[in-house]
């Protein structure tokens, strides 16, 4: 029962204080769910990051389910128990942003145009930027990249093709999913 409701404060305070969506969340997700409470190795959280990619939905959610399963599962429960932690903490997660949205939507369309809330979300845009680039940043270590020198090369060579194929030809994510998969197989 404690790991059940752990796992609901957690994700309840990543839910409220992850400004900027899921990709601002992983660096938190991953300082309590490996750092703090080792809940995951970081080699599944890097699973977690892939799978969350690749599966419909936003990333912090299929984080969220991703991690209460697991944790239940890394603490000897059975699968029907690692369900109901994916059920914990993706509830978790969602509660704080719906009870916000509610109570936020009100006021804004009410107070959008004042100078005050303006100025708010004018500091708030640089603060959700660097979440962004911390969440990308604690996704740059060994699980992802390797660790012998030609493993190294080989993911910063994918790194810098799926970037510029992205950002600068629009290629589609899925494809370039796919395509780092297959190059995946057939390289490692």
Not at 99 to 127: N, T
Request: hydrophobic share 55%.
């Amino acid at each position: 029962m404690d790991l059940f409701l752990t796992l609901f404060y957690v994700f309840f305070v990543i839910g409220l204080f992850g400004f900027g969506g899921g990709y601002a969340m992983l660096s938190m997700i991953q300082g309590e769910v490996v750092i703090r409470h080792e809940w995951l190795t970081p080699a599944q959280f890097t699973d977690i990051v892939a799978i969350s990619q690749m599966t419909p939905g936003p990333i912090g959610i299929n984080s969220a389910t991703y991690v209460g399963y697991t944790a239940a599962l890394n603490a000897g429960m059975s699968p029907a128990m690692g369900v109901l932690g994916s059920c914990v903490a993706t509830f978790a997660v969602v509660l704080p942003s719906f009870i916000l949205m509610i109570a936020i939507s009100r006021f804004f369309m009410a107070y959008s145009k004042h100078p005050v809330v303006e100025q708010v979300f004018r500091g708030l845009r640089p603060g959700v930027v660097g979440l962004l680039a911390a969440a990308a940043l604690v996704l740059m270590n060994e699980q992802n990249f390797g660790v012998e020198s030609s493993q190294i090369l080989v993911s910063i060579v994918l790194f810098i093709l799926t970037f510029i194929a992205s950002y600068r030809f629009k290629v589609n994510p899925i494809l370039l999913i796919i395509l780092c998969g297959v190059a995946g197989f057939f390289i490692y």
